[in-house]
């Protein structure tokens, strides 16, 4: 998107040149050859063609044109760099955000439901807990599993999300 900006400032750049010469007076050279004339010393001509550019009003008129067209290309162009990087930075707060979340999830959550379940099992073994009790253990180490896999699933998204915004292809 930038280098699509940077090719139209460019563009817009050469337009201004352009303008900026159109206040040079033109030469044109101009020569031939006619037998029509019966006096050979008459028959080749040369000339100078001169054209001076009068037109001040519209000359000026395209000068700034050209000008204020450049300008517009070079503000929008720092304007979109400018969302492009408050993008890129709340991705990666984002990012950062979800890596945290997958943290808390893979070691505190898990570890909190595998104990949970194994304190279930064994009070099941021993006799103290219904098998309700041991039921409702592993299902809660399942929702904390599912929940896991979702924390990896946005910052799988989170991390895409990132390289969008700082114009990285894979």
């Known amino acids: 998107e930038l280098a699509a900006l940077d090719a139209r400032i460019e563009g817009a750049r050469a337009n201004q040149e352009l303008a900026a010469k ?10 031939s050859y006619s037998t029509m004339w019966p006096e050979p010393p008459m028959r080749f ?15 000026s008129g395209e000068r700034a044109e050209a000008g204020a067209r ?20 709340a991705a990666r707060e984002e990012l ?3 890596l945290a979340v997958l943290k808390i999830q893979s070691q505190r959550v898990m570890a909190a439901a595998r104990a949970q379940l194994d304190s279930a099992r064994a009070g099941y073994v021993a006799g103290r ?11 809660s180490l399942r929702n904390a599993e599912l929940r896991r896999q979702r924390a990896i699933a946005d910052v799988v998204r989170r991390r895409a999300a990132l ?8």
């Open 22 to 31: 159109s206040w040079l007076p033109d030469f044109e050279l101009m020569a």
């Open 163 to 170: 390289e969008s915004a700082m114009g990285e292809d894979r």
């Open 45 to 59: 001509m040369a000339g100078v063609g001169v054209e001076i550019p009068l037109q001040l009003g519209r000359r």
């Open 70 to 89: 450049r300008r517009q290309l070079e503000l929008t162009r720092e304007h979109r760099a400018q969302e492009i990087e408050n993008e890129a930075h």
């Open 129 to 139: 807990n219904e098998f309700q009790a041991l039921i409702e253990a592993e299902r």
């Open 96 to 98: 950062s955000s979800a």
